[in-house]
């Protein structure tokens, strides 16, 4: 079983920025496809971000030119640079890692990500 560990959320201003962490147990994370999903309430979850072994990332248009994503396949982390933050970012987000393979994802808890005055 593999464990994923969000941290880094909390409550920011519009317009400011907070980094958020992802570390997994995988043995082989640098195979991975790692990414970011985000639940705000009565929404259904939306993908936010995805970064491939590589290194290659895709977006979601809502965050595009906003958030970075990145991993460091020495640390197992995955981390989501979230800039620019506006009231409508406001859910939980969900880290996961995904085994290529077989494509089963392995889901952290959640980190509550609140973006208000």
């Known amino acids: 079983q593999v464990q994923v560990v969000e941290s880094g959320g909390g409550l920011v201003q519009p317009g400011g920025s907070l980094r958020l962490s992802c570390v997994t147990s995988?043995?082989?994370?640098?195979?991975?496809?790692m990414g970011w999903y985000r639940q705000a309430p009565g929404n259904e979850r939306e993908l936010v971000a995805t970064i491939i072994r590589g290194g290659s990332a895709d977006y979601a248009e809502s965050v595009k030119g906003r958030f970075t994503i990145s991993r460091d396949n020495s640390k197992k982390t995955v981390y989501l640079q979230m800039n620019s933050l506006k009231p409508e970012d406001t859910a939980v987000y969900y880290c996961y890692a995904e085994y290529p393979l077989t494509r089963k994802k392995y889901w952290g808890q959640g980190t509550q990500v609140t973006v208000s005055y």
């Open positions: 995988a043995s082989m994370f640098s195979i991975y496809t």
